[in-house]
């Protein structure tokens, strides 16, 4: 009996040992990295920045699967159909995190519950821009003007729902202005036209307008962040200006299905974390003028359903509505 007792602690002591062996071998295979946008684009150019950073001390490759479309709930449709162990992993932004729960009426998730928050990647900060040929150089004239001509003056955004387009309902609400929206596919195609004079103004992420702004193509009056962006030190703040509410951007982080394992949750924002240190990613970050907001898996949940909030009531003020 004494013999069977201990051959049977034996094969136990040898299976937890096994097991943890299992647990401590995170990862064991490639990691799918969801884009929930085209390839090319600011998110993307992060997502494969960050990735590659990540990739030579995470031990596996880090595969990038770009599935644009429906205010990003294609791209969560995929991850919701992932196994939560760990090995597939989505770059989320206003949409997803923000915005969708209060302007779909059948979102067939909730973002307080149904994703594992693994860490917040930082924002992009959106600025005030206008045509160079625009009668306004001031916030304070680009008021007046609008008030006085409010049906000569619509407002470009890279689609209906993204951060831009909520920017300036926004700042059309604390502004008291009466701008139309014209919504296009994507920031590249809203820019051009912004640049060309077709439409008047947007608000722009620094990711894909900061090269308009050096080059004087497209002028800012004013950043919607609330100090001063580096990459745009001599623009002020909306604050500044009068305007104290007027604070947006596009929120980035990284999430998971619900029920990831701790050990991959830890790992993945230890990993995040090493890759924003990194020169390349540093020096693409000052290019974007894109500011890092690391922290804890905790740290993001509770600024995400904190600023999810927010933007339940401007997004209910403003009437919009994607279903």
Same mark, same amino acid.
């Given at each position: 009996?004494?013999?069977?007792?201990?051959?049977?602690?034996?094969?136990?002591?040898?299976?937890?040992?096994?097991?943890?062996?299992? @647990? +401590?071998?995170?990862?064991? @295979?490639?990691?799918?990295? /969801?884009?929930?946008?085209?390839?090319?684009?600011?998110?993307?150019?992060?997502? &494969?920045?960050?990735?590659?950073?990540?990739?030579?001390?995470?031990? @596996? $490759?880090?595969?990038?699967?770009?599935?644009?479309?429906?205010?990003?709930? /294609?791209?969560?449709?995929?991850?919701?159909?992932?196994?939560?162990?760990?090995?597939?992993?989505? @770059?989320?932004?206003?949409? =997803?995190?923000? #915005?969708?729960?209060?302007?779909?009426?059948?979102?067939?998730?909730? $973002?307080?519950?149904?994703?594992?928050?693994?860490?917040?990647?930082? &924002? #992009?900060?959106?600025?005030?821009?206008?045509? $160079?040929?625009?009668? !306004?150089?001031?916030?304070?004239? #680009?008021?007046?003007?609008?008030?006085?001509?409010?049906?000569?003056?619509?407002?470009?955004?890279?689609?209906? +729902?993204?951060?831009?387009?909520?920017?300036?309902?926004?700042?059309?609400?604390?502004?008291?202005?009466?701008?139309?929206?014209?919504?296009?596919?994507?920031?590249?195609? =809203?820019?051009?036209?912004?640049?060309?004079?077709?439409?008047?103004?947007?608000?722009?992420?620094?990711?894909?307008?900061?090269?308009?702004?050096?080059?004087?193509? *497209?002028?800012?009056?004013?950043?919607?962040?609330?100090?001063?962006?580096?990459?745009?030190?001599?623009?002020?703040?909306?604050?500044?200006?009068?305007? $104290?509410?007027?604070?947006?951007?596009?929120?980035?982080?990284?999430? +998971?299905?619900?029920?990831?394992?701790?050990?991959? *949750?830890?790992?993945?924002?230890?990993?995040?974390?090493? !890759?924003?240190?990194?020169?390349?990613?540093?020096?693409?970050?000052?290019?974007?003028?894109?500011?890092?907001?690391?922290?804890?898996?905790?740290?993001?949940?509770?600024?995400?359903?904190?600023?999810?909030?927010?933007?339940?009531?401007?997004?209910?003020? !403003?009437?919009?509505?994607?279903?």
């Amino acid at each position: 009996m004494n013999r069977f007792v201990r051959a049977l602690g034996a094969c136990l002591a040898l299976a937890a040992a096994g097991a943890a062996v299992a @647990q +401590g071998a995170y990862p064991s @295979q490639p990691l799918k990295w /969801i884009v929930p946008y085209v390839a090319g684009g600011g998110t993307d150019n992060l997502a &494969r920045s960050l990735a590659d950073a990540m990739q030579p001390s995470f031990g @596996q $490759p880090i595969l990038i699967d770009n599935r644009p479309g429906a205010s990003t709930n /294609i791209g969560v449709a995929a991850l919701m159909q992932a196994k939560p162990d760990g090995y597939t992993i989505m @770059q989320a932004e206003n949409a =997803a995190l923000l #915005f969708n729960e209060h302007m779909f009426a059948k979102l067939p998730y909730k $973002p307080a519950s149904d994703f594992t928050y693994i860490g917040a990647i930082g &924002r #992009f900060p959106v600025a005030l821009a206008v045509t $160079p040929n625009f009668p !306004a150089k001031t916030v304070a004239e #680009f008021v007046s003007y609008v008030k006085a001509n409010p049906d000569k003056v619509s407002y470009a955004s890279p689609g209906n +729902g993204s951060p831009h387009h909520m920017a300036m309902e926004l700042f059309k609400q604390k502004a008291g202005l009466t701008i139309a929206h014209v919504p296009y596919k994507g920031a590249a195609p =809203a820019m051009t036209d912004v640049v060309s004079g077709q439409v008047g103004t947007m608000m722009l992420d620094l990711a894909s307008g900061l090269q308009f702004i050096k080059s004087g193509k *497209v002028r800012v009056l004013a950043i919607a962040l609330p100090q001063r962006a580096a990459a745009l030190p001599d623009v002020p703040t909306f604050a500044e200006l009068g305007y $104290p509410d007027v604070n947006a951007y596009a929120f980035h982080g990284l999430i +998971g299905p619900a029920g990831m394992p701790k050990e991959a *949750v830890d790992r993945i924002n230890a990993e995040l974390h090493k !890759a924003m240190q990194a020169p390349k990613v540093v020096r693409l970050f000052a290019d974007f003028g894109f500011e890092a907001m690391p922290g804890t898996p905790q740290d993001f949940y509770k600024t995400a359903r904190a600023e999810s909030e927010r933007w339940g009531k401007i997004i209910q003020a !403003a009437g919009v509505k994607l279903d």
